[in-house]
Structures are given as structure tokens and as C-alpha cells.
């Protein structure tokens, strides 16, 4: 596609699928309802009928099974996508991405590869309550051996599959319940993107905003409100959240000196703390006020529309912790 | 017995030096282990050495087999290099793995040997995989997934059987039954206790076997590859056999008697077919012990090679935690 | 541009005195600077090429701006001046708080000072603690920093001055603290023993005749090396003392005790004393006393002594017996030498005499061994060209 025409983050999903199917017979994509229903999220409506069974797989409700065999037919030469419907459910399979994918490249000397990518949709919001509003990426962002992507911009929902079906590796990409409506028009300039860095979504030179997925927008919506209060938020977009583009993080702050991380995930143990104790670590004598990190509450996910609003975090509450450390309050 | 397996003395030889082998290997392991150059946890193949070997007879070059992490007979059986899977054992960098896995994660890409694993039914999901990867190119492969009776109370013994048959995968699903799961005997932990039984819930042609009976099990593993490259679809067999040796090197054995032990021990495989042979006129004593003799010769030097191995150095350790590119 | 007075907040470049492609040296001199007090020279604490010029004559610069790079670094230039001192190994004699040249300026406890705020103040050499924060907490920010640097004398001078030695208020806490530490701990005998310096001072005199002054040699250093041989034949008083066991010292390195003006005392080490040649001594003693007084001692000078020798110099008391620096196990004392009557073939008669203490940790010696090393100063001093 090279029009500059609006699309949705959901379509550029499923175009970024679709091209990867069309350039690699080795290629095909399998989980539930991804065929006949169209995708939980609607991503891969109509692939079923254009790329057939074959490639588009609908599989039973074994997450475990599922994402093993994504893993033996990588093993086995295939490229697969494995579509697991949301991170919620993808604790059934933890074993096999954590003790199989992330571990037999290392563990067997480097014999055997797994280059398979998993696609999950993740993160709160939508009023479905604590089963179904997991923000674990950064869990599995501590596990070496495996890639982690978040995508918060059309560009990088279009681009980073293709990037990640070329790395070698296991890839997880985390698709944000939230985005996926959201509209933008996309580059036609740009027909591919790395999954190596971190991002620079927005200028400043009083305080670092961090975030990503749903939360790179919050922080952007943030910097907006700062910005009628007179104060520059440089604004970064992770993207990837294994490895971390440590590099790109500690420039903003050499910049700034101000940083706030911002995290739906809970806050002990979070993404945040890593980036936070790597700032610690690497950048301290560049820092002019104390670390700060917006995350989401410690608790599980409620229905209720107004405490889900209140467990996670706010553009207003993003603003606010960077006022206090541009302000001294 | 089948008649299409080949009761030739050459054979019966070849199957005789195989359990053997194993046999011998396992206890140059405990050794081993004793006089601590093999650490970790290790888990003994003695009794069961009829089931890998009947097995691998049925399997060609071109499939691949998936195990767990009682995995030496297979690993033997399959023709994984015996130096390299003892170098592997004392954490060497000439091991298979380069010592990264030990007795637990052997893997093998020549003899398409897609791991030991330590995780009690982790192999499932995955054979599935590696059969649904062959059969997406149009390959002609199997994928032999060892598992034992522990694994088939797991989850994942239920959804691996069930999308092998849905999706009609190459999968021939071998079950060792030794009747224990580390300490659990299969009457305490399982409601339906013929596993072979299972396989109809799945729709999946089931047979189960004496596992102490070498040649019966290669009949009956020959049936059921027939069967997958004929049909397709995913064959399961149960190999009724039994543990001489404890679940590991730690393990007081206090969930059975000695006495039950020892009366598996008396109809083992290697007694019993060594005992058929020589009532046959198939062998004489100076054949077994040449067959004993060549095994030590050959599990000698594989130790010798694996003691002059070295350590992988340490500035490797992050080597392969990602992979620059897929192998070829 | 260093700072090189606490009011001090820009100089200009009248002269550079280097070129790029020159090859230069920690302490080489390569500018001339005009303050408000005039014409001062600038030295440079690096070494390498000089790569670039970067001010040109007859600019303005703050302190802390650049002036030249020099070598290829692409890095930050280093703030000017250097970062705190290394931390004296533990166990070394605590009695002497090194005085902290071109140091950061140490921040009284409690004041938040945030880590480029600090920086910042290290490079402009102003105290952060005196300043008032704004920051988060109250914390001092680099704001705060640069204002004060920018205003005039209204922000006030730092409490201490950079460069000029030692906080004598600071440095006697430090020795009280020592002396009775060492006081507590440590079980001390005392012996002397009366020396006569005759030969040694005839020896000094003939030597020194054929010398330029700068070179002459004084009694003290007679006394050092004779002290310090007769710690090679007594092995057990050098050393250090520490969990119910003595270590001996691998040499012998002795701390020099020096005065300072202004009531301070510090005993840096003048290592192997006892291989090395009376000029060589001599001039270290001056070098350590010297360094001492204008605050240019290593942290390794002060922390590697095995014994402590303490000398009254010309003037002062017949005798002095010292406190043993914890952990080391002895300390020597020389008294003034003074012509007293003295019995020499059964006849009194003057004779230049110094009297020699020992006090010595009675854990880790008795006084027998003790005896042995004052009979041995006293021998070592009857053949002084043989030190």
C-alpha cells in the first residue's frame, strides 16, 4: 500500500499480516477465531478467504498446544504467526514460550532456531474486569531470549511485523486493546521500521515522558497539557521493551534531567523500575530531581467504569508528576 | 509376532548390542554421577530399553523425535554420537549442546533429535509443532514424541492428542508406562489407567504393548508408522514397561518395595531377550559378551573424550541467547 | 576556566602559551588568564595532544566553560576541578583527615543536593549547601547552582577554601578521635633510651660541608634511617595489629609526622624507608612536608605506614613519647637533641644527646623486643656512614 490515506491501527495490523503471507509460502499465521469468526479484534477478517485454511489455522482452545506447535514448526523451517487472542490467556501457554521458545536456542548450543512470532492483544480499558485487563509485557520482558515489540503508532502496527518475522528469534508483539480504533494516516515514505529503538514521538528540554502502548498516548496527551503551562515534555516512545534502547533513554534524560516513566502495568516489579534503576544506574549524575513513574494501581482490575479509570494511569496524573519535579513540588 | 520384521541374526544382533549399549551407558552414568562429574539431576533408562529401541527400528532418517528428561535411550538408540552425548553429560563444550543442557536437554540436529525436556509433557505441544512444520512442506516425516505416564495427566497431553488428530498430524504419540511418576503410581494419579484407552477419546487408533518385549514393540511401532505415512493422521502406543532404577540419583524409592523391583528385574528386557536368543541358538555366550565388551570399549572412549573436553569459556555465556540467523 | 577564587565567576584568555599538535602534561602550564586579580596561569590537569583552541584571545569565559580540548575524547570535558578523593583503605590510621585537594566540596548531612546540581557546583566551586533549594524536596537543583554562581557576592563565599590544605577544626576531631581510640584499645608500654649523637652529628657535619644547601641533610633523617633499619632486625614492631593477630609489614614504611600550621598533624609514609640512600630520605621528608602544608598528600601515603616515627625537631622537650597510630603496633619518638653531660672512658663530659621513646602495643610485643630496637637505633646511629 503506498497511499497516504487514513487507516486504522487494526487495519494496518492486518495489512502488515496479510503482506507477510503473500511474501513467504513458509509463512502462516493460527489461533482462535483468527479464521472463520475474523479475529477477536476483527484484525484478520477476510484472510481466511483470501489465504485459506491452510495458512489461516483456527485452532481449538489449547493455548498450550497451539503455541508449542508455533514453536515445533518454527523449529521445523516454518515461519508461523501465532495469534494468541489476548496476554490474558497466554499464561496457559507461559511454559512454552518461557521454557521452550525463549530457551532452546541457548540451550542447544545454538542448533536449533525459533523463529516464531506471537501477536497478543493486551492492556485495560474496555470494562472487562481483572481477568481480562492484564498489562504483562513487562513480565515478559524480563525472560532472555525473547524480543518484546509494542507498537503505539499506525507506522510501527504496520511495519514491526515484518521486522519481526525476519529476526530469528521469538517475538512477541503486544497489541493494545485501545489502539486498535484509533486512526492515522500513514508515511508512504516508509516502508519499513527497526525493532531495535526507542523513539522520540515529541520534542522537549524540561522533563523526559517514557511510555508505551496505550501509555506513550497518555504521555503525549500529558505533554500537551504541560505544554499550557509552559513546560517542554520530551516525549519517548519505547517501542521495544526487550532490549531496551537504553542509549536513546539516557539521551532525553542528558537533556532533560527530569524523567517520568509511565506504565500501566502495577507498579512493584513493573518495566518502569528496570528503566527507572537503568537511569539510576547510567545516568545518575545527569538527573535534577528524583526519579518519578505513573503506573497502573495495585489491584486487580475492577468493572466499574470510574475505578478502572482510577487504577490506571491518566494524562492528568502524567502531567501532574511532571509539574512537580519541573516545579520543585 | 509380525512377520514383516526381519528375524535375521543380524538383526536380533543389532537389537541385542542397542539395549546393551543403553544398559552400559547408564551405568558408566551412575559412576559418573557418584564421583561427581555429572551433576544436576539424572535420570536412569535401565528396564526400558526395549521401548526406544523398538521404536527408533520403525523411524528413518528423515523423521524426528521428541523426548524427555530420561532421554539417553533415545538419544543412543537414535545415533546421537555417544562421545558427544557423554561430553554433553559432563558439561563440556564438546557436548551436543556444548554443555549448556546436560543429561536433561540433549539435542541432536543431525539425527533431527529435537530434545530431552525437562518439564513433564513440554515435548508435546512441540512434536505437534515439528510434525505440523514437516507436513506444511510437504515432507514425508514423523515425529516419534516420547512421553511417560506422568505426561499424560498433564494438560498438555490432552490438547497435543487432540489438535494432533483434529489437524491430522504425522505424530506417532509413544507413552513408556513404567507405572510411576516420580513417586505417584499410575493407580493413585489416574482415573482411566489403560492409557492405550485414551487415544479412542481422541479418535486416534491406540495399542498398547509389552515394552519389556523388544521385538514386540518394534512390530507394533512398524505398524503404526505404517499406518501415519499411509493415512496421515496421529497413532498412539503405549509401551507397558518399568523403571529397574529410581526416578533419579535423589529418590529413596520409598513409594515401592524391592520385592516388586525385582521381579520386573527378572523379566527385563535384556534378560529376557538375551535368555529367547540363546534358547533359539540365535546367540551364544561368547556372543553376548563380545556385544558386552564392545559397548564398555565404545563407552570408554567416550568418556575418555568427554574427561579431555573442555569448558565452554565463560566470556560465551550469552552466545546463542539470541541467534544471529536460522541454521541451515 | 578554573575557578580560582570562590568569588571568582569569569576570566579572560589573554594568552594561550600551547598550540594544537603540542604535546602536554598534567601541571604544564598552558594559559594566562586576567581576573579581577589579576594575571594568573592556568595549568592543565590532563595529558595528551592538544587537539583545538577553542577560545580564542581576548574572550570572556565563565568558570567552567571550555577552553582547549585536548587528545580525541569526544566525552564531556572533565569538571574542573577533579572529583572527591579516594576514600582511605579501612584500618589505616584515621588520625589524619587528609586534607582534600581540589576536592568536591564536602556538603554538610541533611542538605538535598540533586547529582547535577552537585556537579555542577564541583565545577564552579561554589558549596551547595549554603544555597537554598528549590528544587523537588527542597532540594538544591542546578538551577539554584546557576543562579548563584551568576549573582554577586550576596550568595556567600563557601565555608572552606579549595586548594589551601586542611580544616584544622575538622582535622583535630579526627585525631581525637584516634588518639582515643588507640588510648582504649591498644595496651601500651613505654621504654627509652638515651642516645649519643656525637659520631653521627661530626659524620652530618663533614657531609653536608661538601654540599649545596638544598641538599644538605638534617639530623632527622639520620635518625629515620637508622629508625627504620632497626626495624628490618626487629620485625615484630612493624606491622599492623587486627583480629587477635599481628601482621607484619611486607617493608618498612614509616610514617613521617608532621605538623601543620594551624594545629594540624598528619604522618604520611615515606616507603622503604630502610633501602633507601640518606639524600633520597631527605628529600622526601621535604617533599612530604612540604605536600603536607600546601595539601598535595596521596591517600596511599596515608594509609601504608607499618610504624610511626615522631621527631620534636629543634625545638622542644628532652623526650616525647608518642600514642600509637591504631592498627600499627609502635611508635618511636625523638627528642631535641641537646648537649648534656654524658660519661664517655668514666669522664663526664657535653656530648649531643637525643633521647629515643618506644611506645609499643604490649599484644603484640614485650618489652624485651622493645629494648632490642632502641639498642639497635642507638648502634646504627654509632656508624652514620653506614646508613
Same mark, same amino acid.
Given at each position: 500500500?503506498?497511499?497516504?490515506?487514513?487507516?486504522?491501527?487494526?487495519?494496518?495490523?492486518?495489512?502488515?499480516?496479510?503482506?507477510?503471507?503473500?511474501?513467504?509460502?513458509?509463512?502462516?499465521?493460527m489461533g482462535e477465531d483468527v479464521g472463520r469468526y475474523g479475529g477477536c479484534y476483527a484484525v484478520t477478517k477476510g484472510l481466511l478467504e483470501e489465504f485459506g485454511e491452510e495458512r489461516i489455522r483456527d485452532t481449538p482452545l489449547s493455548e498450550s498446544a497451539y503455541v508449542g506447535a508455533g514453536i515445533g514448526a518454527a523449529m521445523a523451517g516454518m515461519r508461523p504467526i501465532v495469534e494468541i487472542m489476548t496476554v490474558n490467556f497466554s499464561l496457559l501457554a507461559l511454559d512454552q514460550i518461557v521454557n521452550n521458545a525463549a530457551t532452546i536456542p541457548h540451550m542447544s548450543g545454538g542448533q536449533f532456531a525459533v523463529p516464531l512470532v506471537i501477536r497478543?492483544?493486551?492492556?485495560?480499558?474496555?470494562?472487562?474486569?481483572?481477568?481480562?485487563?492484564?498489562?504483562?509485557?513487562?513480565?515478559?520482558?524480563?525472560?532472555?531470549?525473547?524480543?518484546?515489540?509494542?507498537?503505539?503508532?499506525?507506522?510501527?502496527?504496520?511495519?514491526?511485523?515484518?521486522?519481526?518475522?525476519?529476526?530469528?528469534?521469538?517475538?512477541?508483539?503486544?497489541?493494545? /486493546?485501545? +489502539?486498535?480504533?484509533?486512526?492515522?494516516? *500513514?508515511?508512504? !515514505?516508509? %516502508?519499513?521500521? @527497526?525493532?531495535?529503538? $526507542?523513539?522520540?514521538?515529541?520534542?522537549?528540554?524540561? /522533563?523526559? +515522558?517514557?511510555?508505551?502502548?496505550?501509555? *506513550?498516548?497518555? !504521555?503525549? %496527551?500529558?505533554? @500537551?497539557?504541560?505544554? $499550557?503551562?509552559?513546560?517542554?515534555?520530551?516525549?519517548?516512545?519505547?517501542?521495544?521493551?526487550?532490549?531496551?534502547?537504553?542509549?536513546?533513554?539516557? %539521551?532525553?534524560?542528558?537533556?532533560?534531567?527530569?524523567?517520568?516513566?509511565?506504565?500501566?502495568?502495577?507498579?512493584?516489579?513493573?518495566?518502569?523500575?528496570?528503566?527507572?534503576?537503568?537511569?539510576?544506574?547510567?545516568?545518575?549524575?545527569?538527573?535534577?530531581?528524583?526519579?518519578?513513574?505513573?503506573?497502573?494501581?495495585?489491584?486487580?482490575?475492577p468493572y466499574a467504569p470510574h475505578l478502572e479509570d482510577a487504577a490506571l494511569p491518566q494524562p492528568a496524573d502524567i502531567a501532574a508528576a511532571a509539574r512537580g519535579l519541573v516545579r520543585g513540588r | 509376532m509380525n512377520t514383516r520384521i526381519r528375524l535375521d541374526h543380524d538383526h536380533l544382533h543389532h537389537l541385542l548390542r542397542q539395549m546393551v549399549r543403553i544398559r552400559h551407558f547408564e551405568a558408566k552414568c551412575v559412576e559418573l554421577y557418584q564421583a561427581q562429574k555429572i551433576f544436576g539431576f539424572l535420570h536412569l533408562y535401565d528396564g526400558e530399553e526395549a521401548v526406544s529401541v523398538g521404536v527408533m527400528e520403525a523411524l528413518g532418517a528423515e523423521?524426528?523425535?521428541?523426548?524427555?528428561?530420561?532421554?539417553?535411550?533415545?538419544?543412543?538408540?537414535?545415533?546421537?554420537?555417544?562421545?558427544?552425548?557423554?561430553?554433553?553429560?559432563?558439561?563440556?563444550?564438546?557436548?551436543?549442546?556444548?554443555?549448556?543442557?546436560?543429561?536433561?536437554?540433549?539435542?541432536?540436529?543431525?539425527?533431527?533429535?529435537?530434545?530431552?525436556?525437562?518439564?513433564?509433557?513440554?515435548?508435546?505441544?512441540?512434536?505437534?509443532?515439528?510434525?505440523?512444520?514437516?507436513?506444511?512442506?510437504?515432507?514425508?516425516?514423523?515425529?516419534?514424541?516420547?512421553?511417560?505416564?506422568?505426561?499424560?495427566?498433564?494438560?498438555?497431553?490432552?490438547?497435543?492428542?487432540?489438535?494432533?488428530?483434529?489437524?491430522?498430524?504425522?505424530?506417532?504419540?509413544?507413552?513408556?508406562?513404567?507405572?510411576?511418576?516420580?513417586?505417584?503410581?499410575?493407580?493413585?494419579?489416574?482415573?482411566?489407567?489403560?492409557?492405550?484407552?485414551?487415544?479412542?477419546?481422541?479418535?486416534?487408533?491406540?495399542?498398547?504393548?509389552?515394552?519389556?518385549?523388544?521385538?514386540?514393540?518394534?512390530?507394533?511401532?512398524?505398524?503404526?508408522?505404517?499406518?501415519?505415512?499411509?493415512?496421515?493422521?496421529?497413532?498412539?502406543?503405549?509401551?507397558?514397561?518399568?523403571?529397574?532404577?529410581?526416578?533419579?540419583?535423589?529418590?529413596?524409592?520409598?513409594?515401592?518395595?524391592?520385592?516388586?523391583?525385582?521381579?520386573?528385574?527378572?523379566?527385563?528386557?535384556?534378560?529376557?531377550?538375551?535368555?529367547?536368543?540363546?534358547?533359539?541358538?540365535?546367540?551364544?555366550?561368547?556372543?553376548?559378551?563380545?556385544?558386552?565388551?564392545?559397548?564398555?570399549?565404545?563407552?570408554?572412549?567416550?568418556?575418555?573424550?568427554?574427561?579431555?573436553?573442555?569448558?565452554?569459556?565463560?566470556?560465551?555465556?550469552?552466545?546463542?541467547?539470541?541467534?544471529?540467523?536460522?541454521?541451515? | 576556566?578554573?575557578?580560582?577564587?570562590?568569588?571568582?565567576?569569569?576570566?579572560?584568555?589573554?594568552?594561550?602559551?600551547?598550540?594544537?599538535?603540542?604535546?602536554?602534561?598534567?601541571?604544564?602550564?598552558?594559559?594566562?588568564?586576567?581576573?579581577?586579580?589579576?594575571?594568573?596561569?592556568?595549568?592543565?590537569?590532563?595529558?595528551?595532544?592538544?587537539?583545538?583552541?577553542?577560545?580564542?584571545?581576548?574572550?570572556?569565559?565563565?568558570?567552567?566553560?571550555?577552553?582547549?580540548?585536548?587528545?580525541?575524547?569526544?566525552?564531556?570535558?572533565?569538571?574542573?576541578?577533579?572529583?572527591?578523593?579516594?576514600?582511605?583503605?579501612?584500618?589505616?590510621?584515621?588520625?589524619?583527615?587528609?586534607?582534600?585537594?581540589?576536592?568536591?566540596?564536602?556538603?554538610?548531612?541533611?542538605?538535598?543536593?540533586?547529582?547535577?546540581?552537585?556537579?555542577?557546583?564541583?565545577?564552579?566551586?561554589?558549596?551547595?549547601?549554603?544555597?537554598?533549594?528549590?528544587?523537588?524536596?527542597?532540594?538544591?537543583?542546578?538551577?539554584?547552582?546557576?543562579?548563584?554562581?551568576?549573582?554577586?557576592?550576596?550568595?556567600?563565599?563557601?565555608?572552606?577554601?579549595?586548594?589551601?590544605?586542611?580544616?584544622?577544626?575538622?582535622?583535630?576531631?579526627?585525631?581525637?578521635?584516634?588518639?582515643?581510640?588507640?588510648?582504649?584499645?591498644?595496651?601500651?608500654?613505654?621504654?627509652?633510651?638515651?642516645?649519643?649523637?656525637?659520631?653521627?652529628?661530626?659524620?652530618?657535619?663533614?657531609?653536608?660541608?661538601?654540599?649545596?644547601?638544598?641538599?644538605?641533610?638534617?639530623?632527622?633523617?639520620?635518625?629515620?634511617?637508622?629508625?627504620?633499619?632497626?626495624?628490618?632486625?626487629?620485625?615484630?614492631?612493624?606491622?599492623?595489629?587486627?583480629?587477635?593477630?599481628?601482621?607484619?609489614?611486607?617493608?618498612?614504611?614509616?610514617?613521617?609526622?608532621?605538623?601543620?600550621?594551624?594545629?594540624?598533624?598528619?604522618?604520611?609514609?615515606?616507603?622503604?624507608?630502610?633501602?633507601?640512600?640518606?639524600?633520597?630520605?631527605?628529600?622526601?621528608?621535604?617533599?612530604?612536608?612540604?605536600?603536607?602544608?600546601?595539601?598535595?598528600?596521596?591517600?596511599?601515603?596515608?594509609?601504608?605506614?607499618?610504624?610511626?616515627?615522631?621527631?620534636?625537631?629543634?625545638?622542644?622537650?628532652?623526650?616525647?613519647?608518642?600514642?600509637?597510630?591504631?592498627?600499627?603496633?609502635?611508635?618511636?619518638?625523638?627528642?631535641?637533641?641537646?648537649?648534656?653531660?654524658?660519661?664517655?672512658?668514666?669522664?663526664?663530659?657535653?656530648?649531643?644527646?637525643?633521647?629515643?621513646?618506644?611506645?609499643?602495643?604490649?599484644?603484640?610485643?614485650?618489652?624485651?623486643?622493645?629494648?632490642?630496637?632502641?639498642?639497635?637505633?642507638?648502634?646504627?646511629?654509632?656508624?652514620?656512614?653506614?646508613?
Open positions: 500500500m503506498s497511499d497516504a490515506a487514513a487507516m486504522t491501527y487494526r487495519e494496518a495490523c492486518k495489512q502488515a499480516i496479510r503482506d507477510a503471507l503473500l511474501a513467504d509460502p513458509k509463512c502462516f499465521l497478543m492483544a493486551t492492556g485495560a480499558g474496555r470494562r472487562v474486569a481483572a481477568q481480562h485487563s492484564h498489562s504483562l509485557e513487562g513480565w515478559y520482558a524480563h525472560i532472555p531470549g525473547l524480543r518484546i515489540l509494542a507498537p503505539a503508532v499506525i507506522e510501527d502496527a504496520r511495519w514491526m511485523l515484518a521486522a519481526a518475522l525476519a529476526d530469528p528469534n521469538p517475538v512477541l508483539i503486544f497489541e493494545h /486493546v485501545m +489502539l486498535y480504533n484509533m486512526e492515522d494516516a *500513514l508515511d508512504p !515514505a516508509v %516502508a519499513e521500521v @527497526d525493532i531495535a529503538h $526507542a523513539k522520540c514521538r515529541r520534542d522537549g528540554r524540561d /522533563v523526559t +515522558l517514557i511510555g508505551y502502548g496505550n501509555g *506513550l498516548l497518555k !504521555a503525549l %496527551a500529558a505533554a @500537551d497539557l504541560l505544554e $499550557a503551562d509552559g513546560i517542554a515534555a520530551e516525549v519517548i516512545d519505547l517501542r521495544v521493551l526487550r532490549p531496551l534502547d537504553t542509549a536513546t533513554i539516557l %539521551a532525553s534524560v542528558a537533556k532533560t534531567r527530569r524523567v517520568v516513566i509511565v506504565d500501566e502495568g502495577w507498579k512493584s516489579g513493573s518495566l518502569a523500575a528496570e528503566i527507572g534503576m537503568r537511569i539510576a544506574e547510567d545516568g545518575f549524575f545527569d538527573l535534577d530531581a528524583p526519579l518519578r513513574r505513573v503506573c497502573g494501581r495495585e489491584v486487580p482490575m | 523423521d524426528a523425535i521428541v523426548a524427555t528428561y530420561r532421554e539417553h535411550g533415545q538419544a543412543i538408540a537414535r545415533g546421537v554420537a555417544m562421545d558427544r552425548l557423554m561430553a554433553e553429560m559432563l558439561g563440556k563444550q564438546e557436548g551436543c549442546c556444548r554443555g549448556r543442557g546436560g543429561s536433561m536437554h540433549i539435542f541432536d540436529r543431525a539425527t533431527r533429535f529435537y530434545g530431552g525436556n525437562a518439564i513433564v509433557g513440554g515435548g508435546l505441544p512441540l512434536a505437534i509443532g515439528v510434525a505440523l512444520g514437516d507436513k506444511m512442506q510437504g515432507k514425508k516425516a514423523l515425529t516419534a514424541c516420547f512421553f511417560g505416564d506422568g505426561a499424560v495427566e498433564e494438560g498438555e497431553f490432552h490438547e497435543s492428542m487432540n489438535l494432533a488428530e483434529v489437524w491430522q498430524l504425522p505424530v506417532l504419540f509413544v507413552c513408556e508406562n513404567n507405572l510411576y511418576s516420580m513417586g505417584m503410581a499410575v493407580e493413585r494419579a489416574e482415573s482411566e489407567t489403560n492409557i492405550a484407552r485414551k487415544a479412542a477419546a481422541y479418535r486416534m487408533p491406540g495399542v498398547a504393548v509389552d515394552g519389556m518385549d523388544v521385538v514386540a514393540v518394534e512390530a507394533a511401532a512398524r505398524e503404526a508408522v505404517e499406518r501415519i505415512r499411509a493415512d496421515g493422521g496421529p497413532q498412539f502406543l503405549e509401551c507397558r514397561t518399568y523403571r529397574f532404577r529410581a526416578h533419579s540419583m535423589f529418590d529413596s524409592q520409598a513409594y515401592r518395595s524391592k520385592d516388586e523391583i525385582e521381579t520386573w528385574r527378572r523379566k527385563g528386557p535384556i534378560a529376557r531377550f538375551e535368555g529367547w536368543l540363546r534358547e533359539s541358538g540365535l546367540a551364544r555366550e561368547e556372543d553376548v559378551a563380545r556385544v558386552e565388551a564392545e559397548a564398555d570399549a565404545e563407552i570408554d572412549a567416550a568418556v575418555a573424550f568427554a574427561e579431555a573436553g573442555t569448558p565452554e569459556p565463560v566470556e560465551e555465556l550469552e552466545r546463542f541467547v539470541t541467534m544471529d540467523q536460522v541454521p541451515s | 576556566m578554573p575557578a580560582l577564587g570562590a568569588d571568582m565567576e569569569a576570566g579572560t584568555l589573554v594568552e594561550w602559551l600551547i598550540k594544537p599538535g603540542d604535546r602536554v602534561k598534567r601541571g604544564d602550564v598552558v594559559a594566562v588568564v586576567e581576573t579581577q586579580k589579576g594575571a594568573i596561569e592556568v595549568e592543565c590537569f590532563e595529558a595528551g595532544i592538544v587537539s583545538e583552541l577553542v577560545v580564542p584571545v581576548g574572550t570572556k569565559v565563565a568558570v567552567g566553560g571550555v577552553l582547549a580540548q585536548i587528545g580525541e575524547s569526544t566525552a564531556p570535558p572533565r569538571p574542573w576541578p577533579a572529583a572527591a578523593p579516594p576514600s582511605p583503605k579501612p584500618g589505616a590510621a584515621p588520625a589524619a583527615a587528609p586534607p582534600a585537594p581540589r576536592a568536591a566540596v564536602p556538603v554538610s548531612p541533611g542538605t538535598k543536593v540533586t547529582p547535577a546540581a552537585r556537579r555542577r557546583a564541583a565545577e564552579l566551586g561554589i558549596d551547595p549547601a549554603l544555597l537554598t533549594g528549590t528544587g523537588v524536596d527542597g532540594a538544591v537543583s542546578l538551577a539554584d547552582v546557576e543562579t548563584a554562581a551568576s549573582s554577586r557576592p550576596a550568595s556567600p563565599a563557601p565555608a572552606k577554601p579549595r586548594r589551601t590544605g586542611f580544616d584544622s577544626a575538622e582535622m583535630r576531631k579526627a585525631i581525637a578521635a584516634a588518639m582515643a581510640r588507640s588510648k582504649r584499645e591498644i595496651p601500651h608500654y613505654y621504654l627509652s633510651h638515651t642516645v649519643d649523637l656525637g659520631a653521627a652529628l661530626a659524620w652530618l657535619e663533614g657531609f653536608n660541608a661538601g654540599q649545596p644547601v638544598p641538599q644538605r641533610l638534617l639530623p632527622a633523617a639520620l635518625l629515620l634511617k637508622a629508625s627504620a633499619l632497626a626495624l628490618r632486625e626487629v620485625p615484630q614492631l612493624n606491622g599492623t595489629y587486627a583480629d587477635g593477630a599481628f601482621r607484619p609489614g611486607e617493608s618498612v614504611h614509616p610514617g613521617w609526622a608532621i605538623s601543620l600550621r594551624g594545629g594540624g598533624l598528619v604522618a604520611p609514609a615515606i616507603r622503604d624507608a630502610d633501602s633507601r640512600p640518606l639524600p633520597d630520605l631527605m628529600a622526601a621528608m621535604r617533599d612530604l612536608v612540604q605536600r603536607a602544608r600546601s595539601g598535595g598528600l596521596r591517600s596511599s601515603e596515608l594509609a601504608s605506614a607499618t610504624v610511626t616515627v615522631t621527631s620534636l625537631g629543634e625545638r622542644g622537650a628532652e623526650s616525647v613519647t608518642g600514642i600509637i597510630y591504631p592498627p600499627q603496633v609502635a611508635i618511636i619518638g625523638f627528642g631535641t637533641i641537646a648537649t648534656r653531660p654524658w660519661v664517655v672512658d668514666r669522664e663526664v663530659t657535653p656530648r649531643p644527646l637525643v633521647m629515643v621513646s618506644l611506645a609499643a602495643d604490649h599484644r603484640a610485643t614485650d618489652g624485651h623486643i622493645g629494648a632490642r630496637l632502641l639498642t639497635a637505633i642507638e648502634r646504627l646511629l654509632q656508624e652514620p656512614a653506614k646508613l
